[in-house]
């Protein structure tokens, strides 16, 4: 079991840095999933999750102490006033640099989903994007909306799917070493404090070549258009 790398502890909450390659619950009836080694090695007698990564997606989490916070962050995550922000790689070049993906979801075949043009209820993420060395490209993503699989579906739309993405991504000769989607900032307003939180990747060697990620420390200062 490996270390948890716990980012922030506060009265009501902490914050938690997911590796990537873990599930966030358990598998079969051994307690191995994310939550429950978080919960175990932080010695918390209770603990709730207010929302989740995929099992390739590393980065910030929320955890909630008490019911009352968690009941809190789930209105905040509703009402879209947790902003999120993540960072991911892909190795094919976009339709496009930078903008907005946005449409419904439905799911596909083996528990992949796809993106529709319909506009009912639609999964809204919007992007810059950097060029990195040998033709990979760093993504900067903000969703607005927190379908399943939405970030990962979004850039296979544009024809960037995530470099490692073990659905959505065409995997070459030789493996990855990792799923290349980070969940890199959290920015939140909880009873009346601003709390920011930036971590860059720990693992995965793509994520810092040919830009400083220093650039991009402060993503919510980027200029974002109105959606």
């Not at 980027?222 to 959606?227: A, G, N, Q, R, Y």
């Amino acid at each position: 079991m490996q270390p948890i790398n716990i980012v922030d502890e506060q009265d009501d909450f902490i914050i938690v840095e997911k590796p990537n390659d873990m599930n966030f619950h358990d598998e079969g009836e051994i307690d191995n999933g994310f939550f429950n080694q978080v919960k175990k090695m932080g010695k918390f007698d209770k603990l709730y999750p207010v929302h989740r990564l995929d099992k390739m997606t590393s980065g910030l989490l929320i955890f909630a102490k008490n019911l009352a916070t968690a009941q809190q962050f789930q209105q905040l995550f509703e009402q879209h006033k947790v902003e999120k922000y993540y960072l991911a790689i892909s190795d094919k070049k976009p339709k496009k640099k930078q903008g907005m993906i946005k449409g419904d979801m439905a799911k596909s075949r083996r528990g992949m989903w796809k993106l529709l043009r319909s506009q009912e209820n639609p999964a809204t993420t919007q992007f810059f994007s950097y060029p990195l060395t040998a033709g990979r490209r760093l993504y900067l993503l903000k969703p607005h909306s927190g379908k399943t699989h939405q970030l990962r579906v979004a850039l296979s739309s544009i024809g960037s799917p995530i470099l490692g993405d073990p659905s959505y991504a065409v995997q070459g000769g030789a493996a990855e070493q990792r799923g290349y989607l980070h969940a890199y900032a959290l920015r939140f307003n909880f009873n009346s404090q601003y709390f920011e939180y930036v971590l860059p990747p720990s693992s995965g060697e793509y994520f810092t070549e040919g830009l400083a990620l220093n650039e991009l420390s402060c993503p919510w200062t980027l200029p974002w258009p109105s959606i």
